[in-house]
């Protein structure tokens, strides 16, 4: 199967809900532009300052679907408060690697952990059951556009 995106969201301010979009642009050193962090206003932009951890963030459809279904709750890919979700890849193993999203050149920065803030939000514990499963921290080497539906690729 090939690697995919599936969904792109993202939000001009800290703590609203995250809107899909049919594509979005990524700028090197900065993020995607018109999403929350780009402007420095997300709710970890003091934590992760100076640093290219709060670029693009992406989750797994299948840690999602699985964690529903383990949990008997019906979240959306929104509710995670990830900007692209995938399909078809480990995420995990990208840690500290280069990869594409479409023609757009990123870098695994970090697993992006399930925190406090995220079950507040949600008003459910999740944790324990999305520790190593909520997603990739990702730091933009080339600028460029991203579509739903672009390939994903590791080489």
């Known amino acids: 199967m090939t690697a995919r995106v599936i969904e792109i969201l993202f939000t001009e301010n800290a703590g ?4 899909a979009h049919p594509s979005a ?4 050193g ?3 532009v018109g999403d929350r962090y780009y402007a420095a206003q997300g709710t970890f932009s ?3 300052k100076g640093t290219p951890g709060l670029e693009v963030t992406l989750i797994e459809q299948e ?3 699985e964690f529903n279904t383990i949990t008997g709750l019906n979240f959306s890919t929104a509710d995670f408060r990830r900007n692209i979700v ?4 480990d ?7 280069e990869f594409y999203v479409g023609k757009v050149k990123l870098r695994g920065i970090m697993l ?3 925190c406090v803030h995220l079950e507040k939000l949600l008003d459910t514990k999740l944790i324990k059951g999305l520790t190593h499963k909520a997603g990739l921290r990702a730091q933009i080497i080339t600028s460029g556009d991203i579509a739903i539906s672009d390939t994903i690729t590791t080489n």
């Not at 642009?25 to 090197?28: F, M, R, S």
């Not at 995420?91 to 690697?97: D, G, P, S, T």
Request: charged share 30%; net charge negative.
């Open 25 to 28: 642009t990524l700028i090197a």
């Open 63 to 65: 840690k999602i679907d």
């Open 46 to 48: 003091d934590k992760f």
């Open 30 to 32: 900065k993020g995607i």
């Open 16 to 19: 609203e809900p995250l809107l």
């Open 112 to 114: 992006c952990e399930p």
């Open 86 to 89: 995938t399909q078809d890849i």
């Open 91 to 97: 995420l995990n193993a990208l840690v500290e690697q």
